[in-house]
């Protein structure tokens, strides 16, 4: 057909709308997804350059997503934050609610996902402070899937983070049911994932994290999902590696870890490869523990995925300490690091876990003064999520030290 202004409109319409479908049925970092939004984003540039303003703004918003969620996914940590500034402050100069909800919620996820997880939590607090369920529950078939539902699953990890576990679940708890209501499958997966990987897994609630992978891998068959499935597996993995089934955990990973990475994923990579290396460890493959734990570190380093950095140390240390020539100073070490990053990110929740294990260390050492001075101010900041495995945890060997 002859080249018109209407014609190159909705060759535009058209290319944007193929992105969310896209991310879903190959997979978030597929080469199809980015392919798809950088043809849309140059098809906008284009027109752009032709004096052909776009009709509907949200077009380049959507187009930013689509370019910053394949950065996301395949984790570029560098890009994705330039992703979002360039989104952001687009959104700011034109002072509109969507493009500014959408502009913080990148924000949000790249700080946060790289380590700065208190700026990242102020920008999920903008974002769902713009959020109106009436007015920006339609956008979920431009941005991957519903925004609000999205903001308070990812604000969920953010808060647990920073020490606030039963505001964490009180995020999770809104959006699995902000997606229930809404029905679209998207957005469902994604909340139900991320109930699972966020807080479930983290707070110890195995038995509450096991019927939403379920959920979550049936639908995601349903709707052939493959990115979906295979995180999904790789957290069942998880459960395996914490719940005494070291076996099961790697058999599962090894039948899994390629289906994720032919999506393009890498995004997690440093909390899974982590957690594999610990298996092996139980089982006294130490080998194979290292290799997983020295890619594991690398991948931080690359990627700048930073937000799992404090525990991928104190696993190391933990390893360190249960190898045939087990090494006392290089495990300190490793926990020293653990306490220094928890405490550069503002990271309760992972301050608290490297303390203890540090703690224990001191008490087998013969330092149990030095092992409560060091867990209790920690503990005593907590001023919620009693009731969770970590806090429980550090509640008795706290009552063990003083003993």
Known sequence: MPTTPAL????????????????????????????????????????????????????LYSTLY?????????????????????????????????????????????LMLTGDIAQGRAHYDQAIALYDPVEHRPLATRFGQDVGAAILSFRSLSLWLLGYPEAALADLARALKDAREIGQAATLMHALIHTTMFVHIPCGSYASAKPALEEVIALADEKGAPFVKALAMLDRSWILSLTGKASEAIQMYNSWIDAYRSTGATIYMPLHLSLLARANAELGQFDDAWRYMGEAMVAIETTNERWFEAEVNRIAGQITLVSPEPNTAKAQTYFERALQTARQQKAKSWELRAAMSMACLWRDQGKPQQARELLAPVYGWFTEGFDTRDLKEAKALLDALAA
Not at 24 to 41: C, I, L, S, T
Not at 71 to 99: D, H, M, W
């Open 66 to 110: 689509g370019l910053w969620v394949v950065n996301l996914v395949a984790f570029n940590g560098g890009v994705i934050r330039e992703l979002a500034t360039q989104s952001l402050a687009l959104a700011e100069k034109q002072g509109t609610t969507v493009p500014l909800m959408i502009g913080h919620r990148l924000m949000a996820n790249s």
């Open 8 to 59: 190159r409109r909705d060759e535009i319409k058209l290319q944007v709308a193929l992105i969310t479908p896209l991310l879903y049925v190959k997979g978030y970092a597929a080469p199809e997804v980015k392919d798809a939004a950088e043809r849309a984003h140059l098809l906008i540039e284009q027109a752009e350059a032709m004096g052909e303003p776009l009709e509907d703004p949200l077009l």
